[in-house]
T-cell receptor, first 113, second 111 residues
Framework: DTEVTQTPKHLVMGMTNKKSLKCEQH?????MYWYKQKAKKPPELMFV???????INESVPSRFSPECPNSSLLNLHLHALQPEDSALYLC????????????FGSGTRLTVV | DAKTTQPTSMDCAEGRAANLPCNHSTISGNEYVYWYRQIHSQGPQYIIHGLKNNETNEMASLIITEDRKSSTLILPHATLRDTAVYYCIVLGSGNTGKLIFGQGTTLQVKP
């Protein structure tokens, strides 16, 4: 298995809702990442996990809460989001931090209404 | 990590070689040059990386100048499916994992 799987592919949520994005990989990678991508812009790094521990938080608002329950799974919990948080959320993994190629998922297209 | 400069957009005829340049004049000795591409509405895809020697794989070739201040990604026979945004990224070997994307080059392959 050489893929990063993200679910759901599309999500519409209200500003008072709580939802979660899920990311899974079975390549034995020990680093996992969340990126946010607005339309016609490059992906922006949000969080880095290394060996299931949060190692980098790029000053992301607390309404985004990451979680890494085990080495294969990465979640992003969403609460009280704003319409400007609508974006493509990408998950990636790599063998180790900064190691060789990062494998990206296809993303979750999030719309906040 | 060093910053990179790429042209905003390029065109290429189908079947011809696409040569995408990247400047990274502040690159340091232990930093690698990585190339990714992103086809519309998909996640970025790793293409190739190198330190100082030229590299080739099944997707592309990477030519790094001797002073390492610039590089060129070569797609030898571009197809319509190669239309994408191509990102050149410099990443240190001891990196914390911060793969930072610049604006990239939008390559349009035309029939």
């Amino acid at each position: 298995d050489t893929e990063v799987t993200q679910t759901p592919k599309h999500l519409v949520m209200g500003m008072t809702n709580k939802k979660s994005l899920k990311c899974e990989q079975h390549m034995g990678h020990r680093a996992m990442y969340w990126y946010k991508q607005k339309a016609k812009k490059p992906p922006e790094l949000m969080f880095v996990y290394s060996y299931e521990k949060l190692s980098i938080n790029e000053s992301v608002p607390s309404r985004f809460s990451p979680e890494c329950p085990n080495s294969s799974l990465l979640n992003l919990h969403l609460h009280a989001l704003q319409p400007e948080d609508s974006a493509l959320y990408l998950c990636a993994s790599s063998r180790d931090r900064g190691a060789y190629g990062y494998t990206f998922g296809s993303g979750t297209r999030l719309t906040v209404v | 990590d060093a910053k990179t400069t790429q042209p905003t957009s390029m065109d290429c005829a189908e079947g011809r070689a696409a040569n995408l340049p990247c400047n990274h004049s502040t690159i340091s000795g232990n930093e690698y040059v990585y190339w990714y591409r992103q086809i519309h509405s998909q996640g970025p895809q790793y293409i190739i990386h190198g330190l100082k020697n030229n590299e080739t794989n099944e997707m592309a070739s990477l030519i790094i100048t001797e002073d390492r201040k610039s590089s060129t990604l070569i797609l030898p026979h571009a197809t319509l499916r190669d239309t994408a945004v191509y990102y050149c990224i410099v990443l240190g070997s001891g990196n914390t994992g911060k793969l930072i994307f610049g604006q990239g080059t939008t390559l349009q392959v035309k029939p």
